[in-house]
């Protein structure tokens, strides 16, 4: 494979990464909206919000059976219309059922989408000979800021979702098709990788399961910033509802800066140091929220979690791929699944510690399982990486 179709596929994938970004921010920041639009009740809005991750889990599951098939890079093709086309319907409804199929297609779709991107990024990185996941994942972190400001303008200027979301869908739904001619993987399909993928052996969950975990405690922390950071800095450190809304964007802001710099990190010091380092940043962000006296120290702690948490999840995919390199497709479906368990188990877990004991100690959880990673972070370098075709070996000093 040439150098030149390597990096068309690269900046096609980074663009599908953006692109999801900005479609998954335009749905999680106008939740209000939704619940209003389809006067959903407080008491079943939750039944809504944990329905996009379980079938998100599902559409995982369902990806690793059809890319035995097909490739990635077809599931990929398929997957971002119909994610922005359920974004859509969202916005286009007016009856509960309508929302309820919407985002039911969405949960699905989206499973698909974060199995089949990252399965690529993986391939990709595997041709390179070096650490690049963290780029796909800045681009994603880039998207989400561009989308959460697109849903700040419609929320400020009191735009339906329908105004919202078509004119996003309009220019990005032909974007990413036209993008998706250029996908390509590692490796080519052809009798090497069918005889490859023949040969290759189970996915043992023995092996996989340190990495499962550290997804799952990387997505617990990353949702109790998501959707506990505002009320912990109005509620707990008394700060103005204005200055409540800081503390996630600088957040994602940090997420977007550690990614755009996390690869020459790898490629300088190995998968395994960068982790481990995350791993005590981010453990030390939690320790710094919940001594906090001040909003501004509030603020310090969740920037400290946004560099510290942003190389955990590319990293995690990345050491599945090496780990499993004959059934990396596989393993890394299996992986994202644990994304969604953190997803689901974050939020109500320092919810009910709040609730029954403090929010001050509830900060406490997420850092001690931050801090378990450590234990785990071997998984990451467990054995070199089996990277092909030498493309850019010269400049690599580590292959996360």
Same mark, same amino acid.
């Given at each position: 494979?040439?150098?030149?179709?390597?990096?068309?596929?690269?900046?096609?994938?980074?663009?599908?990464?953006? /692109?999801?970004?900005? $479609?998954?921010?335009?749905?999680?920041?106008?939740?209000?909206?939704?619940?209003?639009?389809?006067?959903?009740?407080?008491?079943? *809005?939750? /039944?809504?919000?944990?329905?996009?991750?379980?079938?998100?889990?599902?559409?995982?599951?369902?990806? &690793?059976?059809?890319?035995?098939?097909?490739?990635?890079?077809?599931?990929?093709?398929?997957?971002?219309?119909?994610?922005?086309?359920?974004?859509?319907?969202?916005?286009?409804?007016?009856?509960?059922? &309508?929302?309820?199929?919407?985002?039911?297609?969405?949960?699905? =779709?989206?499973?698909?989408?974060?199995?089949? %991107?990252?399965?690529?990024?993986?391939?990709?990185?595997?041709?390179? +000979?070096?650490?690049? %996941?963290?780029?796909?994942?800045?681009?994603?972190?880039?998207?989400?800021?561009?989308?959460?400001?697109?849903?700040?303008?419609?929320?400020?200027?009191?735009?339906?979702?329908?105004?919202?979301?078509?004119?996003?869908?309009?220019?990005?739904?032909?974007?990413?098709?036209?993008?998706?001619?250029?996908?390509? &993987?590692?490796?080519?399909?052809?009798?090497?990788?069918?005889?490859?993928?023949?040969?290759?052996?189970?996915?043992? @969950?023995?092996?996989?399961?340190?990495?499962?975990?550290?997804?799952?405690?990387?997505?617990?922390?990353?949702?109790?910033?998501?959707?506990?950071?505002?009320?912990?800095?109005?509620?707990?450190?008394?700060?103005?509802?204005?200055?409540?809304?800081? #503390?996630?964007?600088?957040?994602?802001?940090?997420?977007?800066?550690?990614?755009?710099?996390?690869?020459?990190?790898?490629?300088?010091?190995?998968?395994?140091?960068?982790?481990? @380092?995350?791993?005590?940043?981010?453990? !030390?962000?939690?320790?710094? /929220?919940?001594?906090?006296?001040?909003?501004?120290?509030?603020?310090? +702690?969740?920037?400290?979690?946004?560099?510290?948490?942003?190389?955990?999840?590319?990293? $995690?995919?990345? =050491?599945?791929?090496?780990?499993? #390199?004959?059934?990396?497709?596989? =393993?890394?479906?299996?992986?994202?699944? @644990?994304?969604?368990?953190?997803?689901?188990?974050?939020?109500?877990? /320092?919810?009910? *510690?709040?609730?029954?004991?403090?929010?001050?100690? !509830?900060?406490?959880?997420?850092?001690?399982?931050?801090?378990?990673?450590?234990?785990?972070?071997?998984?990451?370098?467990?054995? #070199?990486?089996?990277?092909?075709?030498?493309? &850019?070996?010269?400049?690599?000093?580590?292959?996360?």
């Amino acid at each position: 494979m040439t150098d030149a179709r390597l990096r068309h596929g690269r900046a096609s994938l980074a663009l599908s990464f953006f /692109v999801q970004g900005v $479609t998954f921010a335009l749905l999680v920041t106008r939740i209000p909206a939704i619940q209003d639009r389809y006067g959903i009740s407080d008491g079943l *809005l939750p /039944v809504f919000l944990a329905a996009v991750p379980i079938l998100a889990g599902v559409g995982s599951v369902v990806t &690793e059976k059809v890319v035995a098939r097909v490739r990635p890079r077809v599931v990929l093709r398929w997957a971002q219309p119909v994610v922005l086309l359920a974004l859509l319907g969202v916005g286009a409804g007016s009856e509960v059922w &309508e929302a309820a199929v919407a985002l039911g297609a969405f949960g699905l =779709a989206v499973g698909a989408l974060d199995a089949s %991107m990252n399965m690529m990024g993986v391939s990709l990185q595997r041709a390179y +000979g070096r650490s690049i %996941m963290l780029g796909f994942h800045a681009a994603y972190s880039l998207g989400g800021i561009a989308g959460a400001s697109m849903a700040w303008a419609g929320a400020h200027w009191d735009l339906s979702l329908l105004v919202s979301y078509l004119p996003v869908v309009v220019v990005l739904l032909p974007v990413a098709l036209a993008g998706s001619r250029w996908y390509v &993987e590692g490796k080519q399909e052809g009798e090497g990788q069918a005889a490859e993928r023949g040969k290759a052996g189970p996915v043992s @969950f023995r092996l996989l399961m340190p990495l499962c975990l550290v997804m799952c405690f990387a997505y617990i922390g990353d949702s109790t910033v998501s959707n506990w950071s505002a009320k912990y800095l109005q509620d707990v450190l008394g700060s103005s509802e204005q200055l409540s809304t800081v #503390p996630y964007n600088v957040y994602m802001v940090t997420t977007l800066l550690g990614r755009a710099v996390g690869d020459f990190g790898v490629r300088r010091f190995g998968a395994v140091a960068v982790v481990r @380092f995350g791993s005590v940043l981010a453990a !030390a962000g939690f320790g710094v /929220v919940a001594v906090a006296g001040g909003a501004w120290i509030g603020m310090l +702690g969740f920037t400290m979690l946004g560099f510290g948490l942003c190389v955990i999840v590319p990293q $995690t995919f990345a =050491a599945a791929g090496r780990l499993f #390199p004959g059934a990396s497709d596989t =393993a890394i479906a299996r992986l994202n699944i @644990f994304n969604y368990v953190g997803f689901l188990v974050g939020s109500p877990l /320092v919810g009910a *510690l709040g609730d029954a004991w403090s929010y001050r100690g !509830a900060m406490l959880v997420p850092m001690v399982l931050v801090l378990a990673m450590l234990v785990y972070a071997k998984s990451f370098g467990a054995e #070199p990486a089996r990277y092909g075709g030498g493309h &850019e070996r010269s400049r690599t000093a580590d292959v996360g």
